[in-house]
């Protein structure tokens, strides 16, 4: 049995710059000196893919740090650090499954069928409007795209956005570690708070007559006494920060990494099929999101002794590219024949709830995008951005021929 302190760890600056520009190299040279763990200034952080997918699993023994990396930020005592510790994300245990029973049934494939058809004339709209101008920053563009999507499937009016735009471009900077963000994050949550209180308190005044979306699903059970209010509330917030940067960082990553497979950005456009595939190779090549984990009971893993109060990352960003678990990581191929093991969407008991509103419009999303900018190339300087909490690019522009859409695909 070994005692952290003992094991002889590379140190990973992940909330340095030239980390989040390339993320790659350094995790291969911590894996040079530990198979699967590396040194934080937090903590630690799991290098390895299997490592991540076995540790993930002991719920009982970790619970998540995102309240730990709040009061890292001094935001005790504040509104943010107040939506930390009260979201779906940060329960554990009795109180997590009761949350995460009252609303899985709302978020599965078979519920997400029925919108797909909402979420082809969502970018279909965008792309009417941005298309013309044959140069934009793609970033830009896309950050419209998973925000008139969770509108809409919640009812409220795409008006809305430019409102909520820019606290949801705060919120995606929460844990990038940076005190000086907390007074914008404080704000942010202020106004999508009294957004999701007007939101829901407009439909409990004004009842649809007719079909139930999202919002009447959610009003539905916290009446049934399976959330209150107050959760409802937290939730509303969450599920728009959740479902907004790491989407439009996905999609943006995708296009930067298709520019320079152009073969593969061209069959797109052709084939909704293949785009599933090249969605779940770029997000194994590189995707938004990371776990924080904080050990609340003592355990041993892998021989190893964490003591309590150890906190550990999982990149899941990172760890499709782990040359120990994957074949030839660093080659882009949608067709590989072990498929495109990815763990974008984390794993455990908090896996992403809404990873199927978000497969759903990158797929929807890439397969119209591919036919209506065509030859994309990018147009001027962009950046990493901070790579802890969602990591992506902070703008993309990119210069393209315009292209009307093919003949509606139907599937
Ligand atoms: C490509 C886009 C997305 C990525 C990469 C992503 C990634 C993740 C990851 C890694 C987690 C687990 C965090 C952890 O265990 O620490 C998570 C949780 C979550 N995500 Fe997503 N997400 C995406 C889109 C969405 C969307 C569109 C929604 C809402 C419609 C959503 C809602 C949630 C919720 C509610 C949780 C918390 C689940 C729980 O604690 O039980 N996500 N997401």
Not at 100 to 121: C, E, V, Y
Request: some cysteine.
């Amino acid at each position: 049995m070994l005692q952290l302190s003992e094991l002889d760890l590379h140190y990973l600056g992940v909330e340095q710059q030239d980390f989040a520009n390339d993320p790659f190299v350094q995790m291969d040279a911590a894996r040079a000196v530990h198979p699967w763990l590396a040194k934080t200034s937090f903590g630690y952080i799991v290098t390895q893919y299997r490592a991540a997918r076995e540790l993930i699993v002991h719920e009982d023994k970790l619970r998540m740090g995102l309240t730990e990396i709040a009061d890292h930020m001094g935001a005790q005592g504040t509104l943010w650090g107040k939506f930390i510790a009260d979201n779906i994300e940060s329960q554990t245990g009795e109180t997590h499954k009761r949350l995460r029973n009252a609303i899985s049934s709302f978020f599965t494939p078979g519920k997400l069928k029925a919108h797909r058809p909402m979420m082809r004339q969502t970018i279909a709209e965008l792309l009417d409007e941005w298309t013309p101008r044959g140069k934009f920053d793609f970033e830009e563009f896309i950050s419209f795209f998973p925000i008139s999507v969770m509108c809409k499937l919640l009812g409220a009016s795409t008006d809305v956005i430019p409102r909520l735009r820019d606290s949801l471009e705060a919120l995606g900077l929460a844990f990038s570690m940076d005190r000086s963000l907390l007074p914008l994050l404080n704000d942010s949550v202020r106004i999508l708070d009294d957004f999701v209180r007007d939101l829901v308190a407009e439909r409990q005044a004004n009842p649809r007559t007719e079909g139930q979306d999202l919002l009447d699903d959610l009003l539905r059970v916290t009446a049934e006494g399976k959330m209150d209010d107050e959760e409802l509330f937290s939730l509303l917030i969450f599920l728009f920060g959740a479902g907004y940067d790491t989407s439009k960082n996905v999609l943006t990553m995708m296009m930067k990494t298709l520019v320079d497979w152009p073969e593969v950005y061209a069959r797109c456009a052709e084939d909704p099929a293949y785009c599933r595939r090249v969605m779940n190779e770029t997000m194994r090549w590189h995707s938004p999101g990371s776990s924080m984990r904080h050990v609340d009971q003592h355990f041993t893993f892998r021989d190893v002794e964490f003591p309590v109060g150890t906190v550990i990352m999982m990149p899941w960003s990172i760890l499709g590219r782990d040359g120990t678990a994957v074949p030839d990581p660093d080659v882009f191929n949608p067709d590989r024949p072990e498929g495109n093991p990815h763990m974008a969407f984390g794993a455990g008991p908090h896996i992403c709830l809404g990873q199927f509103v978000a497969k759903a419009q990158i797929e929807e999303g890439l397969h119209l995008i591919a036919q209506r900018i065509r030859n994309p190339r990018i147009a001027g300087p962009w950046q990493w951005r901070p790579f802890p909490g969602v990591w992506g690019i902070r703008g993309l522009p990119i210069e393209f021929d315009p292209a009307p859409a093919l003949a509606e695909v139907t599937h």
